[in-house]
């Protein structure tokens, strides 16, 4: 009895070039997904590093927060509340690195707010940013406005007309109240600010996510106005 020969199956060809284009734009995300993930030395998830904070040794031996995650050396991230932060500090989890104060999540905070200040101030000169209801009120009206930064001591009249301006409009932009009316004017080159839109764009998104970041160590409300919340 003569045995048959088995032939080597070869691997299936790809259809057309439109299918090893999506396996090759299948494999860039999952490689990008996987460098913008950091692992949470406090929690152990992996998020993205949008939603974390990175830590690095000063060249005094203390511990210091990276905002913008470029400064040199080996750092530690943990994920962006002041609890993981503060949780941190008493674990010694960043001893390895040097010292760290235990008033680190103030200034977490703080960076993090001036962060958001100078992202204003560059939406700003770049006409992406007014203040002011009435010039608020247009963008809402053009649709043009991503997200509607209100301070957070603003009077409640003022406060209860834009929430009502925001819920209706379509798209609803982001409404957040974590910036004093201090801090939204020193980003404009005012006394104060009240209420300020942040048109759609590059810089908007930027803002948004350390503004989700600050809402970590502030109290306050950043949420998109209808059903999405950040």
Known sequence: MRLRKLKRRRPRRLASERDRRAVVATALAAVVEREAARRCVVSGRSLDKRRLIRFVAAPDGAVVPDIKANLPGRGVWVGAERTLVERAVAKGQFSHLGRAATDVGDHVEALLARRCCDLLGLARRAGLAVAGMQKVRACLVAREARVIAEARDAAEDGAAKI????????????????????????????????????????????????????????DGAAKACATKHI
Not at 167 to 172: D, E, N, R, S, W
Not at 192 to 218: K, M, P, Q, T, Y
């Open 163 to 218: 929430a009502r301006l925001v819920m209706v409009a379509v798209p609803a932009p982001m409404l957040v109240r974590l910036l004093d009316r201090e801090e939204l004017g020193s980003a404009l080159g005012r006394e104060d600010a009240v209420h300020v839109a942040l048109l759609r764009g590059r810089l908007s998104d930027l803002f948004l996510d350390e503004i989700r970041r600050l809402a970590g160590f502030r």
